[in-house]
């Protein structure tokens, strides 16, 4: 009888590399998952590692153009930001690697998922949730919820020893003391020594973006053009006759990411709270989500009307609890993503920003659907406006307030 088999989805560093061994010692054929998000990671030493483990397979799939254009514009466009500063870089990945894995296990006909999430984790959450929506008859092994995995591995130096007893390969490098979590929209680090949150992190820690004594020393200034609150192109002035246009979305978002991070761009260091309701200090850099965040927003304001506005801002905290917690194929999910998606029917333009030691300022924007009236606005001209019309406007909004202060006036 062949032994159940089951798609791993595997990172090459210690713990999925134990977890491998592991589930082949239960007598499971395992085939290895990669999805390339634009991580810097060597796959194919990572695929020669999971073979000598005794991998069946290991598949390694490019999913940056799909990443880019199905989860993290989108993301942008809806406005996507938890706790008024993480840009779920992390988030949004989740189920970009859900659909890839559960398309391979559908595909070889597995009977099991893995994963090396931790159990106190958000990501086990993302993912498990992410597959349910995508498999429902699918099924999950996650060893670190499992006793007889946990605590046989208490830690780093259980996995060392069972790493050197099965000849699984690690790394000379020293490990780092902290985690990482990366892809093309960002980096994010976490644990070791950052879960002190008074504790300052280490020089060199951040690998996207540079300190901003070491950025550069002239700014920068890009124009990004967006279609229904997607970026669609971004034009970079060169100091030439003519400047540089992008409008590949992969090359975008790689030299967008190169630029922020030359000037430091996209850091910041938080204290969030995970859905299973931990606190947690993590440090995230985000260079190109942050400039196009920034453009987008002011976009908006200038394309949008205001009541519209206001709904579409609490909407997109919602979408961003959503995401955040795993939810994005949820039915909430699915409905709060159209109406936000409705909300940038007309949102089309271009912004130009500027660059520089870790700001992001918004210098100019034009749109053919502004909502700004010169004439209107203008303190020279009338423009159709009755300043006569004030004086009832106020009334009427004062009669509330004289109400309120009559009676607070009155002795207690």
């Keep these: 009888m062949a032994n159940d088999l089951i798609v791993l989805a595997y990172s090459g560093g210690l713990d999925t590399s134990c977890i491998l061994k592991w589930l082949i010692q239960k007598d499971y054929d395992v085939v290895c998952y990669m999805a390339d998000i634009g991580q810097d990671e060597n796959f194919s030493a990572a695929k020669k590692k999971a073979m000598a483990i005794g991998?069946?397979?290991?598949?390694?799939?490019?999913?940056?153009?799909?990443?880019?254009?199905?989860?993290?514009?989108?993301?942008?466009?809806?406005?996507?930001v938890y706790e008024s500063r993480y840009l779920l870089g992390t988030s949004v990945a989740r189920p970009c690697i859900s659909v890839g894995i559960v398309n391979?296990?559908?595909?070889?006909?597995?009977?099991?998922?893995?994963?090396?999430?931790?159990?106190?984790?958000?990501?086990?959450?993302?993912?498990?949730?992410?597959?349910?929506?995508?498999?429902?008859?699918?099924?999950?092994?996650?060893?670190?919820?499992?006793?007889?995995?946990?605590?046989?591995?208490?830690?780093?130096?259980?996995?060392?020893?069972?790493?050197?007893?099965?000849?699984?390969?690690?790394s000379a490098t020293p490990k780092a003391p902290w985690s990482t979590d990366e892809n093309i929209m960002h980096i994010s680090y976490e644990s070791g020594i950052l879960?002190?949150?008074a504790e300052?992190?280490?020089?060199?820690?951040?690998?996207?973006?540079?300190?901003?004594?070491?950025?550069?020393?002239?700014?920068?200034?890009?124009?990004?053009?967006?279609?229904?609150?997607?970026?669609?192109?971004?034009?970079?002035?060169?100091?030439q006759e003519k400047s540089?246009?992008?409008?590949?979305?992969?090359?975008?978002?790689?030299?967008?990411?190169?630029?922020?991070?030359?000037?430091?761009?996209?850091?910041?260091?938080?204290?969030?709270n995970r859905f299973l309701g931990l606190k947690s200090r993590g440090l995230y850099e985000t260079?190109?989500?942050?400039?196009?965040?920034?453009?987008?927003?002011?976009?908006?304001?200038?394309?949008?009307?205001?009541?519209?506005?206001?709904?579409?801002?609490?909407?997109?905290?919602?979408?961003?609890?959503?995401?955040?917690?795993?939810?994005?194929?949820?039915p909430e999910a699915n409905y709060t993503r159209k109406c936000l998606e409705l909300s940038q029917e007309s949102v089309s333009g271009t912004v130009t920003v500027q660059i520089f030691k870790g700001n992001v300022l918004?210098?100019?924007?034009?749109?053919?659907?502004?909502l700004y009236n010169k004439d209107l606005v203008s303190m020279d001209v009338?423009?159709?406006?009755?300043?006569?019309?004030?004086?009832?406007?106020?009334?009427?909004?004062?009669?509330?307030?004289?109400?309120?202060?009559?009676?607070t006036n009155v002795p207690k």
């Excluded at 991998?55 to 996507?80: C, H, S, T, W």
């Excluded at 918004?362 to 502004?370: E, G, H, M, T």
Aim: aromatic share 10%; net charge neutral.
């Design 195 to 197: 879960e002190d949150p």
């Design 382 to 407: 009338a423009g159709g406006f009755s300043p006569e019309d004030s004086t009832g406007f106020i009334n009427i909004n004062a009669i509330r307030l004289k109400e309120y202060a009559r009676i």
């Design 244 to 272: 540089l246009l992008i409008q590949d979305q992969l090359k975008m978002i790689e030299t967008l990411n190169k630029l922020g991070g030359q000037h430091g761009v996209g850091r910041i260091d938080i204290v969030e």
């Design 55 to 80: 991998a069946k397979d290991v598949i390694v799939e490019d999913l940056r153009k799909e990443f880019i254009v199905n989860y993290m514009l989108p993301a942008l466009q809806m406005g996507l």
């Design 104 to 170: 391979a296990a559908k595909k070889l006909g597995a009977k099991y998922i893995s994963h090396g999430a931790t159990g106190k984790g958000n990501d086990q959450v993302r993912f498990e949730l992410s597959v349910y929506s995508l498999w429902p008859e699918g099924k999950i092994i996650a060893p670190w919820r499992l006793p007889e995995f946990f605590n046989r591995f208490q830690g780093r130096s259980d996995l060392l020893d069972f790493a050197k007893k099965e000849n699984i390969p690690v």
């Design 362 to 370: 918004v210098l100019a924007r034009k749109s053919p659907f502004s």
């Design 200 to 239: 300052i992190p280490p020089k060199g820690i951040y690998k996207m973006t540079r300190d901003l004594d070491q950025a550069e020393d002239y700014p920068c200034s890009i124009d990004i053009a967006f279609k229904k609150g997607l970026p669609v192109s971004i034009t970079i002035p060169s100091g």
């Design 287 to 330: 260079p190109a989500g942050t400039i196009l965040y920034t453009a987008h927003l002011d976009l908006e304001a200038f394309t949008l009307d205001r009541e519209v506005l206001r709904i579409k801002r609490n909407l997109q905290d919602k979408m961003s609890d959503f995401v955040y917690n795993g939810f994005w194929f949820s």
